[in-house]
């Protein structure tokens, strides 16, 4: 078992910036792809973004790349987004998720262990 809190999420305004963070207890933490995925009411979880179990591996969904970074400190058993220039539309429930598997996935089905989740609002 893995267990994933994600913590960060919050208020801002169009333009601003957040950074999501997500602890991860349980299981070896290097065994995972970890990626973060959002979901807004009566619409499918999406990807967002993943990163390797090294960290040097990192897969983006087009509508945030350039704005979104995803990073991982092993050492630390966290993996992070730091979301910058937010617009509205990113407005949602983001969670934190653990694939164990070599490759990155987009697939929500991949991931084995998922977060609580974590509230984003964008005011425009």
């Known amino acids: 078992q893995v267990q994933l809190v994600e913590s960060g999420g919050g208020l801002v305004q169009a333009g601003g910036s957040l950074r999501l963070s997500c602890a991860a207890s349980?299981?070896?933490?290097?065994?995972?792809?970890m990626g973060w995925f959002r979901q807004v009411p009566d619409k499918e979880r999406e990807f967002v973004a993943a990163?390797?179990?090294?960290?040097?591996?990192?897969y983006y969904t087009d509508f945030v790349k350039g704005r979104f970074t995803i990073s991982r400190d092993n050492a630390q058993n966290t993996v992070s987004l730091q979301m910058n220039s937010l617009k509205p539309e990113d407005t949602a429930v983001y969670y934190c998720?653990?694939?164990?598997?070599?490759?990155?996935?987009?697939?929500?089905?991949?991931?084995?262990?998922w977060g609580q989740g974590t509230r984003v609002t964008v005011s425009s």
């Open positions: 998720a653990a694939a164990p598997r070599l490759a990155l996935s987009t697939n929500p089905n991949s991931y084995d262990y």
């Open positions: 990163i390797g179990r090294s960290g040097i591996r990192e």
């Open positions: 349980g299981r070896t933490f290097t065994n995972y792809v």
